[in-house]
């Protein structure tokens, strides 16, 4: 039986997203998890955690229990510590999830590795993206990390790569791949997560972290790690959508033609769009292919159904990925950044 730790249970990926997911493993297997907890800085109550859970099974949600404590407490990790020992055998396995800042990372897996949750038990780590705000905080959290877990314990997650076409799209067969589409347009604008998205701006938020997970993951033959190899940039289009209310320098939508390893790139991706598409098309030798995705899809389920029921880890991302997704950017960043930012209104998805 597996014991799951949720740091940043009481927020919105846990809800819409990790709790659906856990239900889905439980409800094919009852027996599956010994425990639940919940831990946060938060004083939540039970009551108030069954409600952002919001699934009406009273056995699942016996399961969980709740712990408030700070990230860098050795004495509330301490009481986390006893909390699994009083729930779960030593040769049973935790899976630990971090639904919470990269920058909180470190402070939790150190009183982990201090209170000897990790020498006691066998612990495989679930990290959500982004890791860092550059390729050096990355190199930089990263390098703590692997100061107290295992390499092979490190899982980062893209979301994207749960998603049934996209892992549909990684198993199939190309031959001679000459060019790749990618579209990530979004109807909904960014005005309610304004402070964040003024940081990041649409390509750190979405070619920077999904695209190139796309890419590396489904078409796996064609791109490999390769610190020499930067993509050409054919051309590039930016935009902010008006009535954008941050700084008039943060790109909204991008337009961006790219020609690596002799492939034709095309990456089109906004906020604020006419409708939402996403899609990933491909032409090889056998002609051209079109692959919806699904946004509403719960793309966590086969993710948390392969590191529980399955335990396999290729729909995860490994450091060095991770860490060469933000070389490559930050190539095209400084290459990009002098272009003008143009302002639309509600632009067709070609822009």
């Not at 859970?53 to 712990?67: A, E, G, S, V």
């Not at 948390?304 to 396999?312: G, K, L, P, V």
């Amino acid at each position: 039986m597996t014991v799951v730790i949720l740091f940043g249970a009481s927020g919105d990926i846990c809800r819409k997203k990790v709790y659906p997911a856990l239900y889905s493993i439980y409800s094919k297997n009852n027996n599956y998890f010994n425990k639940i907890i919940g831990y946060g800085r938060s004083d939540l109550k039970l009551s108030q955690l069954y409600e952002k859970i919001n699934i009406n099974d009273d056995k699942f949600l016996n399961l969980f229990t709740y712990q408030q404590g700070q990230y860098n407490s050795f004495d509330d990790f301490k009481k986390l510590k006893n909390l699994i020992d009083n729930n779960i055998n030593p040769d049973k396995k935790i899976i630990i999830y971090f639904g919470v800042p990269s920058v909180v990372f470190c402070d939790i897996v150190k009183n982990i590795y201090l209170t000897h949750i990790e020498n006691d038990y066998s612990c495989k780590y679930l990290f959500e993206k982004p890791i860092g705000y550059d390729f050096n905080s990355c190199k930089i959290i990263l390098n703590l990390l692997s100061n107290f877990v295992e390499e092979k314990n490190i899982n980062i997650i893209d979301h994207y790569l749960g998603k049934n076409k996209l892992i549909q799209l990684s198993k199939t067969k190309k031959e001679n791949l000459k060019s790749i589409k990618i579209i990530l347009n979004e109807k909904e604008d960014v005005n309610h997560r304004i402070q964040y998205f003024n940081d990041v701006g649409i390509f750190k938020d979405m070619i920077q972290s999904h695209v190139m997970s796309i890419l590396f993951y489904c078409f796996s033959d064609n791109f490999k790690i390769d610190t020499k190899n930067y993509p050409k940039i054919i051309s590039c289009n930016r935009g902010q959508y008006n009535g954008y209310n941050g700084s008039n320098n943060v790109g909204t939508f991008i337009k961006l033609e790219l020609r690596w390893n002799e492939i034709d790139i095309l990456i089109i991706s906004g906020k604020g769009m006419e409708e939402d598409i996403k899609e990933v098309s491909y032409a090889d030798n056998f002609g051209t292919f079109k692959y919806k995705i699904n946004s509403k899809e719960s793309e966590y389920i086969n993710l948390f159904d392969d590191i529980c029921e399955r335990n396999t880890t290729d729909k995860f991302l490994s450091k060095k990925k991770v860490l060469y997704f933000w070389k490559i950017s930050e190539n095209i960043l400084d290459n990009i950044s002098n272009i003008k930012i143009n302002k639309y209104d509600i632009p067709k998805n070609d822009y």
